[in-house]
């Protein structure tokens, strides 16, 4: 069984900074890569940024400049540095992991998500 849990957020003044984590755990047998998604109240969840195992990475149009994903393969967690912080960036922030994991017969490639970890920027 593989467990994705977020922490690190919280409530920040406009312009300031966060750090969230999330830490996988489990049968992991390959960390494949690690994203951070975003949802805003009655809207879809979008992708803020992802990094794969080999530390290659990509943002949002609106987060590129201030955010920074990082990740730790031997520790199956990931990082996000949000500076600069923005009303608009008020959200549940949700991290996935792109995990191979064992099972009794063989491996399994599967998207694992966690529950969530809300962010809120006052004016």
């Known amino acids: 069984q593989v467990q994705v849990v977020e922490s690190g957020g919280g409530l920040v003044p406009a312009g300031g900074s966060l750090r969230l984590s999330c830490v996988a755990s489990g049968r992991i047998f390959s960390n494949n890569g690690m994203a951070w998604y975003r949802q805003h109240p009655g809207k879809q969840r979008e992708l803020v940024a992802d990094?794969?195992?080999?530390?290659?990475?990509n943002y949002a149009d609106s987060v590129k400049g201030r955010f920074t994903i990082s990740i730790d393969n031997a520790k199956n967690t990931a990082f996000l540095q949000m500076n600069s912080l923005k009303p608009e960036d008020t959200a549940v922030y949700y991290c996935k992991a792109d995990l191979t994991t064992s099972t009794g017969w063989g491996t399994v490639t599967s998207d694992y998500w966690g529950q969530g970890t809300q962010v809120t920027v006052s004016s």
């Open positions: 990094i794969t195992s080999g530390s290659s990475t």
